[in-house]
């Protein structure tokens, strides 16, 4: 396989940093960068694009669409936590057929990448929008939200059920190109989520992408009541990291070839290089855009930083890394190299 | 379009219940308009305040030899507030602005009444100042519930024609709410045009009075938001289009500044019936 060495010049202020490969694979898609927008944290990616250059990231996770529009839930809708927000904004959205002919037609003729979203409330609706999708142009992979916990019925939370999970994975493998690159979007908020990631992919998924928001509360000590509209909403930021970090391991351990997306809480280049590390192929970057727009691209050149720095010529040989066995070579060693891989 | 910078901290300074922070802004005070804001990171890279704090754009100076300075006022209402009102002369803070959509000038040389709840006076000098280079009669009215949070009175009484002061205690000026005078006080100018920032309350009551006095009005909302910039959909509240449909806006993007006629001020909070996307009565 050829990969295409990018470019991108002495980072500010640190010195030249070593051209290095930041390309990754996720099934048939190939990205040039590891870093994409979180699901809900990028809308559609037009208002980051005041801030950076949204071609030169991995590419755009857009905001869960479901098939009709969505007015999602009252105010509040948001938290402040330590170190991270809840949020039950309720899949507000356009609805399908609008996605497509606004977002969708304004991030390809601004030559994104774009990975779509999907949330249904039942397993027809996920179906149905694999099938709308199928015939549109500029879907680079889709990304099946099936654990958003702002919905009334946490029965619905579809990853909460490995059963469940499968059905909705299969009808999207069916109704979608046999080569689109598929991935499921799991929750925390179970007791085992590599048997959910199992499910998922023997119903077809192409990977998994981990974690969603994790469900908490906050109690307004004024009004002495639930400080949401919503009741619960999704604790995203830096305080979910560690959680996120553990479930790509998991998952990674069990499935030593599974294309992985990792999220949660990441801020920096050296947050990202822990999911690499970790196991994850591409990582996606969420709250700390609300912190910090222009972050995707800064986590970019950070990873490649941190990358360089540790003597890695490209990001594949850092992917999953930390898995090697205690007695295996440093990477001082580099001649060693071919012991260490599987 | 909106940039972000890194603004160097000039002067902080109280005034009543508040203090105003002057900050380096390069790129964002010279297109900045009466009405805009600018976000704050709080608490520096390793924060553990992830949301940034939103604040109304009160001055600004688009030359010196800053390049490009503004001011904004800020109530303490919790840590990252507080956080800011700590902040010294060379601190950095990092900022995003110009924010949203700003106040819609008049073009003609129509008598104007400006109001402001608190520190919600803020934005409304830039403003006053810019409606009487067009040759509009400026009135305006601030409240608080008490002295100490009314902002920027001597300032203002040197932009308005008149100058309106009512407090909840009696503490200065009248004592009650600034929409117990506003319909006299309109009626009293001719008022053709009202603009209004401060509480949810107050700009309801405002919006009605001028419907019912058949003026236009223009409010500027603060609702909780968590990235200022239109991604997150935290801040929206319900508003009726020109086709008479209602939709949840975002207040960052498609506000902060609403026509008062279209805000369904009594079903903020909530998702009225008819929204667009609004939730169907499930049948079970």
């Known amino acids: 396989m050829t990969r295409a060495l990018i470019s991108q010049g002495p980072l500010p202020g640190k010195g030249p940093v070593a051209y290095i490969d930041m390309s990754t694979q996720l099934g048939e898609l190939r990205l040039e960068s590891p870093v994409l927008t979180a699901s809900g944290c990028a809308a559609a990616g037009r208002e980051l694009d005041q801030f950076f250059d949204i071609t030169k990231i991995g590419g755009i996770v857009t905001k869960s669409v479901m098939m009709q529009p969505r007015s999602g839930r009252p105010t509040p809708r948001m938290a402040e936590t330590p170190s991270g927000m809840l949020n039950s904004i309720g899949l507000q959205g356009p609805g399908i057929d609008r996605f497509i002919e606004t977002d969708l037609e304004w991030l390809n003729q601004r030559g994104a990448t774009t990975i779509v979203s999907i ?61 689109m690159p598929i991935f499921a979007k799991l929750s925390p908020d179970v007791t085992d989520i590599v048997s959910v990631a199992e499910s998922v992919v023997r119903a077809g998924a192409t990977g998994v992408s981990v974690i969603n928001t994790l469900l908490g509360m906050v109690i307004n000590p004024d009004t002495m009541r639930p400080h949401l509209a919503g009741i619960t909403g999704g604790l995203s930021g830096p305080a979910v990291r560690p959680v996120a970090v553990r479930c790509v391991w998991q998952i990674r351990q069990a499935f030593p070839d599974l294309p992985i997306i ?81 | 379009m909106p940039v972000q910078v890194k603004g160097e901290v000039l002067d902080i300074r109280r005034i009543g219940a508040y203090h105003v922070l002057s900050l380096t802004a390069p790129g964002i005070a010279d297109i900045a308009r009466p009405g805009h804001f600018v976000t ?34 800020i109530g303490i209402k919790g840590n990252g507030t507080k ?54 009669r400026v009135d305006v009215v601030v409240g608080a519930s008490t002295e100490e949070k009314l902002f920027g009175v001597l300032e203002l ?71 200022g910039i239109g991604v997150c959909m935290t801040c929206v509240l319900p508003v009726e ?21 279209r805000v369904l001020w009594s079903a903020v909070g909530s998702i009225p019936p008819g929204t667009v996307g609004a939730p169907v009565e499930e049948a079970r």
């Not at chain 2, 289009?241 to 006629?261: H, Q």
Request: charged residues 25%; negative net charge; aromatic residues 6%.
């Open chain 2, 157 to 227: 009484k040197r932009l308005a024609s008149t100058l309106t002061i009512t407090t909840d205690d009696g503490s200065l000026g009248e004592r009650g709410y600034v929409t117990d005078i506003l319909p006299e006080l309109m009626k009293r100018v001719d008022a053709a045009v009202v603009y209004a920032c401060g509480p949810m309350p107050m700009l309801a009551s405002v919006a009605q009075i001028s419907t019912d006095l058949r003026a236009y009005s223009q409010c500027a909302v603060e609702e909780a938001m968590a990235c």
């Open chain 1, 119 to 179: 949330a249904g409330s039942t397993v027809d609706e996920y179906g149905k929008l694999a099938s709308r999708l199928r015939p549109t142009p500029g879907v680079a992979a889709i990304e099946v939200n099936i654990s958003c916990p702002n919905v009334e019925n946490r029965g619905l939370v579809f990853a909460c059920d490995p059963s469940m999970a499968a059905n909705v994975i299969q009808l999207v493998r069916r109704n979608s190109d046999p080569r």
């Open chain 2, 83 to 136: 956080w800011l009102s700590e902040r010294r002369r060379h601190d950095v803070v990092d900022i995003v602005g110009p924010l949203g959509r700003p106040f819609i000038l008049p073009k003609e040389r129509v008598n104007c009444v400006l109001i402001g709840g608190g520190y919600g006076s803020a934005p409304l000098f830039m403003l006053a100042e810019q409606l009487r280079e067009r040759g509009c």
């Open chain 2, 241 to 261: 289009g020109e086709d008479g449909v209602t939709r949840m806006l975002r207040s960052c993007t498609e506000g902060p500044v609403f026509r008062g006629d």
């Open chain 1, 262 to 342: 990792g999220m949660g809480g990441i801020r920096t280049g050296m947050d990202a290089l822990e999911f690499i590390l970790a196991g994850a192929s591409a990582v996606s970057v969420g709250t700390v855009i609300f912190h910090d727009p222009s972050s995707p691209m800064r986590i970019h050149e950070e990873l490649q930083r941190a990358l360089v720095e540790r003597g890695f010529s490209s990001l594949a040989d850092a992917i999953s890394y930390a898995h090697r066995t205690s007695d295996a070579p440093t990477l001082e060693d580099e001649d060693d190299f071919d012991f260490i891989t599987e």
């Open chain 2, 40 to 73: 704050l990171g709080i608490g520096g890279e390793e924060s553990s305040m992830v949301l940034r704090r939103a604040f109304a754009i009160h001055q600004v100076q688009s030359r010196g030899v800053y390049g490009g300075t503004l001011d904004v006022v």
